[in-house]
């Protein structure tokens, strides 16, 4: 009895190790994909001759196609399962960046952003709400180290660009590394199995208008954080080479150390809310962030410059896992949380760059990034009891710390 009780235990360890690898590697190669597009921006702009304006144009058409997947993703989940759909998200993901050479003029800049918006609007749903099973099932916080292994792969992704680009790699040949990699990832997880429990495990059926307000908030949350996100990742390189007079080669390097920085604070993540408690961490990394937007936005130097942009993603790497836990804690409708959730909150990461390029046409870069320091002020202001508030679930796979 003892030994079959023996047993019972390792395979369930063995079965949530694997689970864990194959999310992990979910999370990097979703990475991987967005860093890899976003270190290429620049070369799309100048290549196709853009104005900022057209620019935020065609990331426009990233944001529509991943806010109309994210409305979707509930019933995709229910359908197919997190675990399969994500499987086949990785595919679109490696098939899309060979495509990104063959971009010929703004309108295709637009159709193809469409389609990997809508891979990735659906991706952050799933990869979410698979983490928060096997987070539940593992009796442990995961979900800062799954968002890591996110930041880890958009790092990698830069870095593969620049190595390729100052060693001269012809463009149409430079993302093919990243997608031979996302890949390998594939059948990596296949081979693990990604849990069949990704499931959606709702049964209420709860549409938008029946989400509580304290979603909605979490949702603001992780929607600030990810405004500054997703201007960082859209316009750093951009405002590198227009303001700090870097080379084109060296313009990626602001925001590859911003994703390092991310990375590395997400994969402490987990025991920074153990030590320091979820309400302390959120406070912390606002101030992080206001103090690097004071040194990216005085311009002094661009080494200066890039520790702003690190100490930027130092404090905002752990708000949108924390956001995103805090929504699933209700386990009777945890998928449509987070997919509520996630949908306002990639919705300001996908409306906020093309609204910055907006502003920079009329203002200047420089004056547009101001609207990072007020995003960094509303998570001081509402990040606290957003997190405060959702704490009146009971828990049993995660350790709440006040």
């Not at 979410?128 to 800062?144: C, F, K, N």
């Not at 081979?191 to 979490?218: A, M």
């Not at 405060?388 to 009971?394: I, P, V």
Request: glycine share 10%.
């Amino acid at each position: 009895m003892r030994c079959r009780s023996c047993s019972t235990e390792r395979n369930t360890l063995i079965v949530t190790v694997r689970s864990r690898l194959a999310a992990t590697l979910v999370f990097f190669a979703n990475g991987i994909a967005i860093g890899s597009w976003a270190a290429s921006i620049p070369f799309i702009k100048s290549r196709l001759g853009l104005t900022p304006f057209q620019l935020s144009a065609g990331l426009f058409g990233f944001s529509v196609g991943a806010i109309l997947a994210m409305k979707i993703a509930p019933e995709v989940a229910k359908k197919l399962g997190a675990a399969r759909a994500l499987k086949y998200l990785m595919l679109l993901f490696a098939s899309a960046l060979l495509c990104v050479f063959y971009i010929q003029n703004l309108g295709q800049l637009v159709i193809f952003l469409a389609i990997l918006g809508m891979a990735n609007g659906a991706a952050d749903v799933f990869q979410s709400l698979y983490g928060s099973y096997v987070e539940r099932d593992a009796l442990r916080p995961m979900m800062s180290s799954f968002h890591g292994a996110w930041s880890v792969g958009c790092a990698l992704g830069s870095i593969m660009f620049g190595f390729a680009i100052h060693h001269h790699v012809p463009f149409k040949m430079i993302l093919l590394l990243p997608a031979t990699m996302i890949l390998l990832v594939y059948i990596t997880v296949m081979y693990l199995g990604l849990n069949k429990k990704g499931r959606v495990d709702d049964k209420h059926g709860f549409k938008l208008k029946d989400i509580s307000p304290e979603v909605w908030f979490l949702g603001g949350l992780a929607g600030l954080a990810m405004f500054i996100e997703g201007t960082v990742t859209d316009w750093s390189a951009i405002y590198l080479l227009n303001y700090l007079h870097v080379t084109t080669q060296f313009s990626s390097v602001g925001f590859t150390w911003f994703m390092l920085a991310m990375a590395v604070t997400r994969l402490v993540g987990d025991q920074l809310v153990g030590i320091l408690g979820e309400i302390r961490l959120i406070k912390i990394s606002g101030y992080l962030t206001l103090t690097g937007m004071a040194l990216v936005l005085s311009q002094l130097d661009t080494l200066v410059c890039i520790i702003g942009f690190v100490l930027v993603g130092v404090g905002i790497a752990n708000v949108i896992p924390l956001a995103f836990r805090a929504a699933a804690r209700n386990i009777k409708c945890s998928s449509i949380n987070i997919s509520a959730a996630a949908t306002f909150g990639y919705s300001m990461y996908l409306m906020g760059p093309p609204f910055v390029g907006y502003v920079a046409e009329k203002t200047g870069l420089d004056h547009a990034f101001y609207l990072m320091v007020i995003a960094g002020v509303g998570m001081l202001v509402i990040g606290p009891s957003s997190i405060r508030n959702t704490m009146k679930y009971k828990v049993d796979h995660v350790q709440v710390v006040k």
